[in-house]
């Protein structure tokens, strides 16, 4: 991870993506790892994670990726023969800036969270959206 | 087809045009670019379009990039709105004939910084940039770009219908500022209060998106809008925007970092069904409060053209326009 000053990090083995848009920092040979930070010592967590647009994507569960869907599902009032997958960007099921605002506001209600601006603003994806969940779930439990 | 060529050439001036005539419709009518004081607004109804070979044809003027994205959409409805929306404002621009080098298949768009699109011109030998300005906006059922000379334009329409999933005031709490929360607190009626929440959420779309920055760049909470009476300048808190005197201003918490500081709003109802917003930014030497000139045409390009400004399709709600 890019947290690398003075982060607490356990590596245990649950398989992941990296993704990474601008991040300095490179991983030659990262096989699995998962992430537990202690909020106290970092502040602007999220403020410099989207400075640095960087972006660790876990393979979500896929009951989150499926909770997601469903909402989004909802909120375009999309036609039954649309598929709505992980990989799905909010832009092409038809959703405007109302929309996903009303998406976000959405997933914190079913996953009980707080979704900052910056962070919702990343979002493109139904991928984006359950992996984001994911480590603000798993950061409110740290 | 027929009834259309007669229709066509009962209300329409012919004229050369730098582009293909296609077989089964007229050309584009043509119209003088708006004055300074003017804006155009032109719409879509994405139902009232069901010819395939029309449809066809609408493709046919789009680049290999805009295909991609109307192909790129899931469902055929929004396929359809994405080429509707791509042909409106290709076709739009075009009756404008500001550049004879510039047709309706030839015509380029590229992105600002934030992702606003505008018209990227051929240069002139002289370097000068034509001043025409637009914006697009979509719902499933109608499409509307409106049109500016020399000032920028933000325009946004919803359905009035539309739900809002979420608890109004906790959203506007979330989004609003302080006083827009509180005018929408003081509706008691839900059914009053989705609407003027929906006509708020329209007015401050169009103008984050006339500043260029969109929903993202300028969040909703860095500014307030206001109705105001133009006569006595006095607020109205109770969110009644019915005042045919109205005028809509916007007071901003951060710095204009534009060259107009002055933003003209204006909000109708549309065809009986949406809202819509246009903002659109006025010089600031501009003098006092002048109307804004609004002319709306229905429109199904290569096939029919109906002025509806001045009829029940177009129906004030607030802001000073004519």
């Not at chain 2, 959203?171 to 059914?191: K, M, Q, W």
């Amino acid at each position: 991870m890019a947290f690398a000053a003075g982060s607490s990090i356990s590596v245990t083995s649950i398989s992941c993506s990296f993704k990474q848009n601008k991040a300095p920092i490179r991983f030659s040979s990262l096989n699995s790892m998962s992430l537990s930070i202690n909020a106290k010592s970092f502040p602007s967590l999220r403020s410099r994670t989207v400075q640095n647009r960087f972006l660790v994507s876990c393979a979500a569960k896929p009951e989150t990726v499926h909770k997601v869907c469903e909402i989004v599902r909802k909120q375009l009032a999309l036609p039954a023969e649309t598929a709505v997958t992980g990989d799905s960007k909010f832009a092409a099921l038809g959703a405007d800036s109302l929309d996903t605002v009303e998406i976000v506001m959405g997933l914190e209600e079913a996953f009980d969270i707080s979704v900052q601006e910056d962070s919702a603003q990343n979002i493109a994806t139904v991928q984006d959206a359950a992996d984001l969940i994911e480590t603000l779930v798993e950061k409110k439990g740290a | 087809m027929l009834s259309y060529l007669c229709r066509a050439t009962s209300s329409m001036k012919t004229h050369c045009f730098n582009q293909k005539f296609f077989h089964s419709s007229f050309p584009l009518a043509p119209v003088q670019l708006p004055s300074h004081q003017e804006t155009h607004f032109w719409y879509i109804l994405p139902n009232e379009v069901k010819n395939a070979s029309l449809l066809n044809q609408y493709l046919e003027l789009l680049s290999p990039h805009e295909k991609e994205n109307v192909f790129r959409m899931r469902g055929e409805e929004l396929k359809k709105g994405a080429l509707l929306a791509r042909a409106l404002v290709r076709t739009t621009i075009a009756r404008y004939q500001v550049n004879p080098q510039v047709s309706v298949t030839s015509l380029k768009f590229r992105k600002n910084i934030h992702g606003k699109p505008e018209v990227e011109w051929p240069h002139n030998d002289d370097g000068h940039q034509p001043l025409l300005h637009f914006n697009l906006s979509h719902t499933s059922s109608l499409i509307a770009c409106g049109v500016t000379m020399n000032s920028p334009i933000g325009i946004d329409v919803e359905e009035k219908q539309r739900t809002i999933k979420n608890n109004i005031l906790s959203f506007a709490r979330r989004y609003f500022t302080h006083h827009e929360v509180e005018l929408l607190a003081a509706i008691s009626d839900p059914e009053v209060q989705r609407q003027e929440f929906i006509k708020l959420w329209t007015l401050k779309e169009a103008y984050v998106k006339a500043l260029g920055r969109g929903f993202s760049g300028a969040p909703f909470k860095t500014f307030t809008l206001r109705y105001k009476a133009a006569a006595k300048g006095s607020f109205h808190l109770s969110g009644n925007s019915n005042s045919e005197a109205s005028e809509i201003t916007v007071d901003s918490f951060e710095n204009a970092s534009d060259f107009t500081s002055k933003w003209q709003f204006a909000i109708f109802e549309l065809a009986g069904s949406h809202y819509a917003a246009i903002c659109r930014g006025i010089p600031a030497e501009a003098e006092g409060s002048v109307p804004m000139k609004l002319t709306v045409w229905k429109t199904i390009p290569f096939v029919e053209d109906k002025r509806v400004s001045g009829t029940d399709a177009v129906v004030r709600i607030g802001g000073l326009f004519d």
